[in-house]
């Protein structure tokens, strides 16, 4: 049973005071004001009423808010997560940043919602005490896997452990054939009898994963339906509805994803939802999904595994609408958090997708080493450097950064709170890119002599150089590995990578974004306003929007054409259901179709945008020269054209209107100079120590010019200008910096 929040007023005053007791990191309306005096007490309280927006990422770390209304950004907020209670946290982090600023939860109009409350679940294994239902001889799939091994030569080599354990699997005696037809019935005794013993042992969650389910799942249903009946308290998910695609592993592990979290989602949604109303929210909050569009929460409980990835989602977004409002298309988006960074290819102002995500891996960034989960995902590589990165000297005498992270607690050693490796934060404070009585907008003294030292005896004094030089070896080496890293993913993609803008977000993002981008080529940096919290401005711009899929061989010949209408009018009636729930009607939904094909004996497959029928063409033709240009756009032309090509699996994304968006601070005025003073920083062996202008952030104003080197501080990010670069503040309050390339970063 779920129970919702009731907050009265006293207890609204109680939760106030609490969230000064527990050392909360707030980045609220008070933190603000000192860089917008015109947004104190700004609120809505006046004769004409705005409706607000706000958005809400819970991160690993911190709980990151922004309210937006119709001329920009109002305020934006940022607290440390609680863990142990996640909506509780939210709703104590939104109330101080409403009370600061005078605004009225009643008039939120849209609020959205992302978390990494699934995948943390999934890392953690706090999910329902699952079993798994399949046809007979097959309950060791989830075991066997693809029988790959992701490292050869690691002899005790540790492989994904599956969510539900072998004595909770059990097969029953069924099978549907490839063609759908039923070559054995399903014992729906024996299904009964399953039921009643893992219900009598405590089971509360069932997946029912049965061969060829996509194709034909009428014996799925119909073991749902004698579940129901002989133990009703038993949550049941069937393959069919949560993943109705080839390939048993992936359908099995992503459907046991999907029901081993969903009480756990169902839960903590009720709870936000009730308490979100208990503060005066009217309406019941978004959900942002992992494929860049939102959805209603019912939607949500129904698939939790499509919030997978939220809040990385809103980062990409956040980047897809700033770029568009600045001509910018074509970005390559890198998001640098303290422990992990990510990058995303963005395309014409779409995300790269992808469809296949890993969780709870044994090794964090080694591919094969998780669960994988059958999802749409935007497409992002993540790499092991982060402000609290680990730097040591490796086996070869060389510096090396991460993957391994201090995090926040203990933290950097400058944070002084025990952290003993040191790091990159470390690092960066040595060399004058970080300020010791700035960082976070001067609520947290870093501790410089401290990092110093370390720097010193871990790294300088072994390896017989300067701590200088040892410090800007670690900075210069994770630039470089992130740069190896979006290289490597942008050619995998088919991309030329210095061609794309870089586009950066997060707390370290704009400071070690420059380098980035002259080690990759790029020609520019662009730093968005508000970079920190980037994911929820993101969330804000997204539409409503879901994906729906189903596999159906097909020979690509002239009888596709009338295989293809039928089975998108089905995909979009069910899109359109789904969305529906949303408040989209469907006359205001827009559809995008494509196919998944490969050459005839091929075992992976390429995406392709469907065409659009048409009198004047063959559809199946048409199709057919969009594969073979999409094939040779990634691998060349590898395959003589007379080869058959055969599609595999059909999807749909149906999504609404797009929300208006202003991702800049409402009302800004530059109202005093921006330069704020002066300091020493190093900006490699070619140029070494400089003094350089500090600016502030909050008080540039459009079109300014920021001559490099200089160095532009806003509390909860850096953005350092190298001398080779050229700042510019745009009208929408980015910075774009154009650079010069020098391999490696800068000279």
């Given amino acids: 049973m779920v129970t919702g929040l009731r907050l009265s007023h006293d207890d609204c005053a109680v939760a106030h005071r609490a969230l000064a007791d527990r050392r909360t990191i707030l980045q609220d309306g008070r933190r603000y004001a000192r860089g917008f005096p015109h947004l104190t007490n700004r609120g809505v309280m006046t004769s004409v009423v705005k409706t607000m927006r706000v958005g809400i990422d819970i991160g690993g770390t911190f709980t990151d808010l922004s309210v937006l209304d ?12 609680t863990h142990g209670s996640p909506a509780q946290g939210v709703l104590e982090a939104l109330m101080e940043l409403l009370q600061s600023h005078d605004i009225d939860a009643a008039h939120i109009g849209t609020l959205v919602h992302g978390t990494t409350l699934v995948t943390n679940a999934l890392i953690e294994r706090r999910g329902a005490r699952t079993a798994l239902m399949t046809t007979e001889g097959f309950r060791d799939v989830v075991e066997m896997g693809r029988e790959h091994r992701y490292d050869l030569y690691d002899l005790d080599i540790e492989m994904p452990v599956p969510l539900v354990p072998r004595r909770l699997r059990i097969g029953v005696p069924e099978r549907i054939l490839a063609t759908g037809e039923v070559a054995e019935p399903l014992d729906e005794e024996r299904v009964a009898t399953v039921a009643a013993e893992l219900a009598a042992e405590g089971v509360e969650a069932v997946a029912v994963c049965f061969l060829h389910s996509h194709v034909n799942p009428e014996h799925e249903q119909r073991a749902r339906d004698v579940m129901r009946q002989v133990a009703p308290g038993l949550r049941v998910a069937l393959s069919s509805d949560v993943n109705p695609e080839v390939r048993e592993y992936e359908r099995f592990s992503t459907t046991i994803a999907n029901v081993y979290v969903q009480r756990i989602v169902e839960e903590y949604l009720a709870e936000l939802r009730s308490g979100l109303h208990a503060l005066g929210v009217r309406d019941a909050p978004m959900i942002m999904l992992s494929n860049g569009g939102v959805t209603a929460i019912e939607v949500a409980q129904r698939f939790p595994i499509r919030m997978l990835e939220s809040g990385p989602a809103g980062g990409a977004l956040g980047a897809v609408a700033v770029g568009r409002s600045i001509g910018e298309p074509d970005l390559l988006a890198f998001d640098m958090g303290g422990t992990t960074a990510k990058l995303c290819m963005i395309e014409g102002a779409e995300p790269l997708l992808t469809h296949t995500f890993e969780v709870s891996r044994v090794y964090k960034l080694r591919a094969g080493s998780g669960l994988p989960v059958r999802a749409p995902v935007i ?3 993540e790499i092991g450097a982060g402000g609290g990165s680990n730097a040591r000297i490796n086996s070869l005498g060389l510096i090396a950064v991460g993957p391994e992270s201090s995090g926040s607690e203990p933290g950097p050693v400058c944070y002084g709170k025990g952290g ?12 004058g890119l970080l300020d010791a009585g700035s960082f976070l907008g001067g609520r ?4 410089l002599d401290a990092a110093h030292d370390a720097i010193r005896t871990q790294i300088a004094e072994p390896l017989g150089i300067s701590v200088t030089d040892a410090a800007w070896g670690i900075h210069a080496t994770v630039n470089a590995n992130m740069a190896d890293a979006a290289r490597v993913h942008a050619i995998e993609r088919g991309c030329d990578v210095d061609r794309l803008p870089l586009f950066v977000s997060g707390g370290n993002g704009p400071l070690h974004g420059p380098g980035v981008a002259q080690a990759l080529g790029s020609p520019s940096l662009t730093v968005p306003p508000a970079a920190g919290v980037l994911s929820t401005l993101g969330f804000l711009s997204a539409p409503p929007a879901i994906d729906v899929v189903r596999s ?17 009018e089905s995909l979009e009636e069910e899109a359109a259901t789904l969305l529906s729930a949303s408040g989209v009607s469907h006359a205001n939904i827009t559809y995008v179709r494509t196919v998944e094909m490969r050459f005839e004996g091929q075992g992976t497959e390429v995406e392709v945008m469907a065409p659009t029928p048409h009198a004047d063409i063959r559809w199946d033709q048409a199709l057919n020269d969009r594969f073979h240009e999409a ?3 990634r691998f060349g032309p590898v395959a003589p054209e007379r080869v058959p090509v055969e599609v595999l699996t059909w999807r749909v994304k149906a999504s609404g209107p797009e929300p ?4 800049h601070f409402a009302s800004h005025h530059a109202e005093r100079t921006a330069v704020k003073g002066t300091r020493r920083a190093y900006f490699g062996p070619e140029h070494g120590f400089q003094d350089v202008d500090v600016y502030d952030r909050h008080h540039l104003h459009s079109g300014q010019e920021i001559p490099g080197p200089a160095i532009v501080e806003e509390p909860e990010s850096t953005l350092v200008v190298p001398p080779e670069g050229h700042a510019t503040v745009l009208p929408n309050q980015a910075i774009r910096v154009a650079l010069t390339s020098h391999e490696g970063g800068w000279k």
Avoid: C, N, W
Wanted: no cysteine; aromatic share 6%; charged share 20%.
């Fill in 631 to 633: 094939y040779r756009q």
């Fill in 444 to 447: 947290m003294e870093l501790d």
């Fill in 70 to 81: 119709d001329d920009g950004i109002v305020a934006v907020g940022k607290a440390l997560t």
């Fill in 552 to 568: 159906h061989f097909s020979s690509v010949d002239e009888g596709l054409a009338s295989v293809a209408a039928g089975i998108y």
């Fill in 379 to 381: 497409d992002m590589i």
């Fill in 660 to 663: 208006s968006q202003a991702l």
């Fill in 420 to 431: 003993v490796p040191v790091t990159v934060t470390d690092a960066d404070l040595v060399l």
